[in-house]
């Protein structure tokens, strides 16, 4: 597959895969925003975006780029905390952001100033609580990668996102992924590419290991064509998750590798790296508030890559109310299981930790398993019993009873 980037000295056309991204980015920054300036005591927050293909800000027919949303979301989202922060007798929050936009090509950089600067004149407002500083950098992002590290870290910048929106697969090395999520307290990563030049590269590199993982699809590897009707195949999306988890799945505690969900077939994936539970977490309920803009295909419940095609039937999960229902159908029993595997018991800590890689569920659909289900408690580091959901804490342990239900016992 031939990298072809957008034209924008002559105008770039957003297509139906870039919206989609678009949505869930805008929203889980949203989220990510509110999550960190929740705490009462917070008067202050500093982060650092770095786009390090941001392209031109705009879109020929006027529709915002990743850096007019990255500035346009922070701006409203803190608007309303300190809105909803007065009203409750709680002080403002003010919050520090560096944006570094990168871009290689020249003409895409010099569009970015007219896109942004209204966001910098904005935050420079007497009750904005934003203080933005943007710089536009042209360059090849791995060239560069370390330049942008060097600014974050002499800015004291602690927290980081960056969007990586390639074109291709090549432009964005796995190591350089790893390097950045351990470069600060708290880093997560947003990359986006095409599935099929990944797999070009990689039965280039690792022939045996793609021809196992396509041999059931009756796929040779050597003349594969990647056709719409081939990317359209739900058996063609498990495939190609495997494939990419297996590439990328070290290289964060977090991986999220679900697929953009496009009328043309599974073609391009958004994936976001992270070292926390709670952002994975974050971001399963984001796509199940935006469903169908992206797509599993698997189990619903934990173990979501553990299917196996020779003996058992994966479903599509779109994140709807369909996968909900497949979610609570599979939960009730992937749970308690997971808890035998520890010994009967495990703590709420370890226990997001060891599942947050292993589940496109919603966070509603685990706890309601956990509640509603006969077999399972979650006691206070006092032994108390816990009654709801939201007074659930870290320190708590999930159990097994010790009289379990018939069910549990036969099965």
């Not at 090509?105 to 904005?128: G, H, I, Q, T, Y």
């Not at 539970?277 to 992206?294: F, G, I, P, T, W």
Request: hydrophobic residues 35%; negative net charge.
């Amino acid at each position: 597959m031939v990298e072809k980037p957008y034209q924008w000295g002559e105008g770039a056309t957003l297509e139906e895969h870039s919206k989609r991204k678009h949505k869930i980015l805008a929203e889980y920054f949203r989220r990510y925003l509110r999550e960190r300036c929740k705490n009462p005591n917070s008067r202050s927050f500093r982060l650092a975006v770095v786009d390090g293909f941001a392209g031109g800000g705009l879109y020929e027919d006027g529709s915002p780029g990743s850096p007019v949303i990255f500035a346009d979301t922070l701006l409203k989202t803190i608007g309303e905390i300190n809105i909803q922060r007065a009203a409750e007798g709680m002080p403002s929050v003010e919050v520090d952001c560096l944006m570094i936009l990168n871009d290689a090509d020249p003409e895409a950089v010099r569009k970015l100033p007219m896109a942004v600067d209204p966001f910098v004149a904005a935050s420079k407002e007497n009750n904005s609580n934003v203080t933005l500083h943007v710089e536009i950098l042209q360059g090849e992002f791995e060239a560069s990668v370390s330049d942008f590290s060097a600014r974050v870290e002499s800015g004291r910048y602690r927290n980081v996102i960056y969007n990586l929106d390639q074109c291709g697969h090549s432009r964005v090395n796995r190591e350089t992924i790893s390097r950045l999520i351990r470069s600060e307290k708290s880093v997560e990563v947003f990359l986006t590419y095409a599935v099929q030049s990944l797999i070009t590269f990689l039965d280039r590199s690792n022939p045996e290991v793609i021809r196992r993982r396509l041999e059931y699809l009756d796929l040779n590897p050597g003349t594969l064509e990647f056709t719409n009707e081939l990317m359209s195949k739900n058996e063609w999306l498990g495939t190609a998750e495997r494939i990419v988890f297996d590439h990328f799945g070290e290289s964060a505690p977090f991986v999220t590798p679900f697929s953009i969900n496009n009328p043309d077939g599974w073609r391009y994936w958004f994936m976001h790296f992270a070292s926390s539970y709670r952002a994975r977490q974050v971001y399963n309920d984001v796509l199940h508030e935006n469903s169908s803009q992206q797509a599993h295909f698997g189990r619903a419940g934990l173990r979501m890559l553990s299917y196996d095609p020779a003996h058992e039937t994966g479903s599509l999960y779109l994140f709807d109310k369909g996968g909900r229902h497949e979610a609570r159908q599979q939960l009730p029993n992937d749970i308690p299981k997971l808890v035998s595997e520890g010994g009967d018991t495990i703590g709420m800590s370890e226990f997001y930790r060891s599942i947050y890689n292993e589940t496109p569920a919603h966070s509603d659909d685990i706890h309601s398993a956990i509640f509603d289900n006969p077999d399972l408690e979650v006691l206070t580091p006092s032994g108390n019993q816990r009654r709801f959901p939201h007074t659930i804490s870290l320190e708590d342990t999930l159990c097994l009873k010790k009289q379990l239900s018939f069910y549990l016992m036969s099965s």
